[in-house]
């Protein structure tokens, strides 16, 4: 897709900026001034679809990590009720930590890719803002919660 919407920006650019605005055949002169324009305009507006489509699938793509994270957050800040609840907690932490959480710093890196991309071309609302925000916030929240996550286990330990 980025691809494609560099493609439409340069194309509208060279439709204006190249295009004869008119043409002389033999005694007669073809003004095209009106074809520029909407040719112009076309291409513009697909390029504008296509952005709107990058800018939405961005927000879901955001929206699941956060929610991940959210998740995970969630789930590590539990008290365990019993011994067996501890020790699944347990695990699932330590998974999350030895291979989860790389899974989602390479998400957060293509966030910021597309973040990147879109930047260039299109203006964020405050609520896109915000969900970026959160994404990228999330990552550096995450050892603060391990932290306190090994606090509730070592304290589940010495009550048991």
């Known amino acids: 897709m980025k691809a494609q919407v560099v493609r439409f920006k340069e194309l509208a650019d060279d439709i204006v900026y190249n295009s004869r605005k008119v043409i002389r055949l033999g005694m007669f002169e073809l003004h095209c001034d ?6 112009s305009k076309r291409a513009d507006s697909l390029c504008a679809k296509i952005l709107i489509k990058m800018s939405k699938t961005n927000m879901d793509l955001n929206k699941g990590l956060c929610e991940e994270y959210e ?38 890196i293509q966030a910021k890719k597309r973040l990147e991309f879109l930047v260039d071309y299109t203006s964020m609302s405050p609520a896109e803002m915000r969900l970026n925000s959160e994404a990228f916030n999330w990552h550096s929240r995450m050892p603060p919660i391990f932290e306190e996550h090994d606090e509730i286990i070592n304290a589940s330990k010495r009550q048991a």
């Open 34 to 39: 009106e074809l520029v324009r909407a040719l």
């Open 71 to 108: 998740a995970i957050a969630s789930k590590a800040l539990a008290t365990p009720a019993n011994t067996e609840q501890l020790m699944e907690l347990k695990n699932y932490i330590i998974n999350v930590r030895e291979e989860r959480i790389f899974g989602l710093e390479e998400r957060i």
